[in-house]
């Protein structure tokens, strides 16, 4: 079973810098999309941030655009979000997501993916 986990969410003050990674395990393949989600609070629909396919395509929400950037490290098989210029309304429980589809596309929606991950917290105060 495909396992994803993420880590470096925290407490930020607005402005600064926060790098996610989320490690995929129990997968050899590098053929898959990847994404980013977050959700505000509990109930609140999962908002798709950023996406990257395996050969390095990304897609980013309007509302990070130019703030936020996806990459992927396919010999240790993990995404990273690099996080600037951080604000309040930026504040939520991110997951990372995996679409093991080897023809997948990338998408901010969340119907594609099938493996999740736990979520980190990030949290920016004013």
């Known amino acids: 079973q495909v396992q994803l986990v993420e880590s470096g969410g925290g407490p930020v003050q607005a402005g600064g810098s926060l790098r996610l990674s989320c490690a995929v395990s129990?997968?050899?393949?590098?053929?898959?999309?990847m994404g980013w989600f977050r959700q505000a609070r509990p109930g609140k629909q999962r908002e798709g941030v950023a996406g990257i396919d395996s050969d390095g395509n990304t897609n980013y929400a309007d509302s990070v655009k130019g703030r936020f950037t996806i990459s992927r490290d396919n010999a240790k098989n993990t995404i990273y979000l690099q996080m600037n210029n951080l604000k309040p309304e930026d504040t939520a429980m991110y997951y990372c997501a995996a679409d093991l589809d080897p023809y997948c596309t990338v998408s901010l929606r969340t119907d594609p993916y099938n493996h999740w991950g736990q979520g980190t917290q990030v949290t920016v105060s004013s």
């Open positions: 129990r997968y050899t393949s590098s053929s898959y999309c």
